[in-house]
């Protein structure tokens, strides 16, 4: 059995509250800044600054110079139109953060609203992504948890679709958180491991640090308090390291929680004092509420009743001003333990129907089954593009294995061509050349009959000749007797 802890912070990662100041490059960058020419390297610095700058006090102005330069161009309808519409969009989504800051929901989620409108109009993904995440944030705030996950499912989806994982691990982290909220634990430790392995991966410190303190108040639930200071402990190392106040405020807080499950009160009230004095200091109403309640229950628990009821009131009193059910919810139930230790019940029971109805509001069946419901849908799509994916990867490997069978029939239709065509030729040849012989042989046939019919004509005539001649001894013997006569 999983025992909660009142007042465990978790941390809820918004895009607008990633980037820590770093005073070198902002140094640098408003030096570029005076020496652009061009308009879009100014939108490009700007919003440069508005990333790196976590001073609540200079961001207005980084925007408003950046909404200025963007308006210009889109009335002009100044090319590339899309650039300057991107960074538009992010002038309506760093305005709604800073409303947010200031606890202004409705500015804040009209600010969204339209920011996402744009980014949605020009294909702008990463910036869906932020948007989105950020509207769910504020649902959360509100207690909404349906539209919460709704919009961090949204973000992720969009997240992974472009491998984007500072998106991907702001989306595990606050899915996680609505386990947390919906009493699975487990569940939610799960994804905050996953954020943290991200979060190292892009070497993204502050999400880091956040992640870290998420694991160690899932500890601390469960009972392992060694395991939960250690994380709480990596994560004030890191905030101190970046300069994260706010997150100092928080680790502080979680430490002191820690030591109260431990059974230590004087060191759980001196690390909530700690956290509760940098809180006011940075004006963080959200965070003030959380260390009075726990310092309320701390100085009850020592029975020192009246000044945990002043820490008490001070609380409820901020938490309705923020209109958060789930900081009234906790403000009631400190309220009605000491509205029992001092007997006065009918405040007691005042405080726990406020309680009740604010936790019905948060966490009730209807709601924890629409998360549930929207996790498995959302596994089952995941699940499904998977194995499209593989699908499609081995009808690619299936189609270029049919793409080089193809090529080297090809290659063999062609080869057997060319060699039935040489084979053609040398037979035509060979069979020109066997046509000539014969007529090369027949003409010498004729030949040597001709020769051998004039030979016989020679042999004949000759022959002929020969016995018409009258012999050399007749001649003789005739001139001879011409003599004697």
Same mark, same amino acid.
């Given at each position: 059995m999983?025992?909660?802890?009142?007042?465990?912070i978790?941390?809820?990662l918004?895009?607008h509250?990633?980037?820590?100041?770093q005073?070198p490059r902002? @140094?640098?960058?408003k030096?570029?800044l005076?020496?652009?020419k061009?308009?879009? #390297?100014?939108?490009?610095? $700007?919003?440069?600054?508005l990333?790196?700058?976590d001073?609540?006090?200079i961001?207005p102005?980084?925007?408003e110079?950046?909404?200025?330069?963007?308006?210009?161009?889109i009335?002009?309808?100044?090319?590339?139109?899309?650039?300057?519409?991107?960074y538009?969009?992010?002038?309506?989504f760093?305005?709604?953060?800073?409303?947010?800051e200031?606890?202004?929901?409705?500015?804040?989620?009209?600010?969204?609203r339209r920011s996402l409108?744009i980014?949605? =109009?020009i294909g @702008?993904?990463?910036g869906m992504?932020?948007?989105?995440n950020?509207?769910?944030?504020?649902?959360?705030?509100?207690?909404?948890i349906?539209?919460t996950?709704d919009?961090?499912?949204?973000s992720?989806?969009i997240?992974?679709e472009?491998r984007?994982? =500072?998106?991907?691990?702001? *989306?595990?982290?606050?899915? +996680?958180?609505?386990?947390?909220?919906?009493?699975?634990s487990?569940k939610a430790?799960?994804y905050f491991y996953?954020?943290?392995?991200?979060?190292?991966e892009?070497?993204n410190?502050?999400?880091?640090a +956040?992640?870290? /303190?998420n694991?160690g108040?899932?500890?601390?639930?469960?009972g392992?308090i060694?395991k939960?200071?250690d994380?709480y402990?990596?994560?004030?190392?890191?905030r =101190?390291?970046?300069?994260d106040?706010?997150? $100092?405020a928080?680790?502080?807080?979680n430490? *002191? *929680?820690?030591?109260?499950?431990?059974?230590?009160?004087s060191?759980?009230?001196e690390?909530?004092f700690k #956290?509760?004095?940098?809180?006011e200091?940075? +004006? @963080?109403k959200?965070?003030m509420?959380?260390?009075? /309640?726990?310092i309320?229950?701390l100085?009850l628990k020592k029975g020192?009743t009246?000044?945990a009821?002043v820490?008490?009131n001070?609380?409820?009193e901020?938490?309705?001003?923020?209109?958060?059910?789930?900081?009234i919810?906790k403000s009631?139930?400190t309220l009605?333990?000491i509205?029992?230790?001092?007997?006065k019940?009918?405040e007691?029971?005042?405080?726990?129907?406020l =309680?009740?109805?604010m936790g019905?509001?948060?966490?009730n069946?209807e709601?924890?089954?629409?998360?549930?419901?929207?996790?498995?849908?959302?596994?089952y799509?995941?699940k499904?593009?998977?194995?499209k994916?593989e699908q499609?990867?081995?009808d690619?490997i299936?189609k270029?294995?049919?793409?080089q069978?193809e090529?080297e029939? /090809?290659y063999?239709i062609?080869?057997?061509g060319l060699?039935?065509?040489?084979?053609l030729?040398?037979?035509?040849g060979?069979k020109?050349?066997?046509k000539a012989?014969a007529?090369?042989l027949?003409?010498?046939?004729l030949v @040597?009959?001709?020769?051998?019919e004039i030979l016989?004509s020679i042999?004949?005539?000759?022959?002929?000749?020969?016995?018409?001649m009258?012999?050399?001894?007749?001649?003789?013997k005739?001139?001879s007797?011409?003599k004697k006569?």
């Open positions: 999983i025992k909660r802890v009142v007042n465990s978790i941390v809820v918004f895009f509250a990633i980037v820590i100041a005073t902002l @140094d640098s960058l030096l570029a005076k020496n652009a061009q308009d879009t #390297s100014r939108c490009t610095i $700007l919003n440069a600054l990333e790196a700058e001073n609540d006090a961001l102005d980084y925007i110079q950046l909404k200025q330069l963007t308006e210009k161009n009335s002009a309808n100044s090319e590339p139109k899309k650039f300057y519409l991107k538009f969009a992010v002038t309506l760093r305005t709604g953060s800073l409303a947010l200031k606890n202004n929901i409705p500015v804040a989620l009209n600010y969204y409108k980014q949605e =109009e @702008d993904k990463k992504a932020a948007s989105l950020d509207i769910g944030g504020v649902y959360g705030l509100q207690g909404d349906p539209k996950l919009y961090y499912h949204r992720l989806k997240s992974e472009i984007f994982k =500072e998106g991907i691990s702001s *989306g595990l982290n606050n899915i +996680g958180i609505i386990y947390y909220g919906q009493g699975d487990q430790l799960d996953k954020c943290l392995k991200i979060q190292k892009v070497g410190k502050k999400g880091m +956040g992640s870290l /303190n694991i108040t899932i500890y601390k639930d469960q392992e060694s939960s200071l994380c402990q990596q994560s004030y190392t890191i =101190e390291e970046i300069g106040k706010i997150g $100092l928080e680790s502080l807080h430490i *002191g *929680g820690a030591y109260d499950v431990q059974g230590d009160k060191k759980a009230l690390y909530r #956290s509760l004095k940098i809180r200091e940075l +004006g @963080d959200r965070g509420v959380y260390s009075l /309640n726990s309320a229950n100085t020192q009246k000044e009821l820490f008490a001070r609380a409820m901020i938490a309705k001003e923020l209109g958060f059910p789930e900081q919810k009631a139930k009605k333990l509205f029992q230790k001092q007997n019940y009918k007691a029971f005042e405080m726990y129907a =309680e009740i109805k019905d509001s948060i966490n069946r709601t924890q089954k629409a998360a549930v419901k929207k996790q498995m849908q959302y596994e799509e995941k499904e593009l998977e194995t994916a499609d990867k081995k690619a299936a270029e294995e049919l793409k069978k090529t029939r /090809n063999f062609v080869g057997f060699v039935l065509v040489l084979a030729f040398i037979l035509r060979y020109q050349k066997q012989n007529i090369i027949q003409q010498k046939h @040597d009959e001709k020769q051998k016989d042999h004949y005539a000759k022959r002929i000749q020969t016995a018409l009258p012999t050399e001894k007749y001649i003789d005739g001139l007797n011409l006569g």
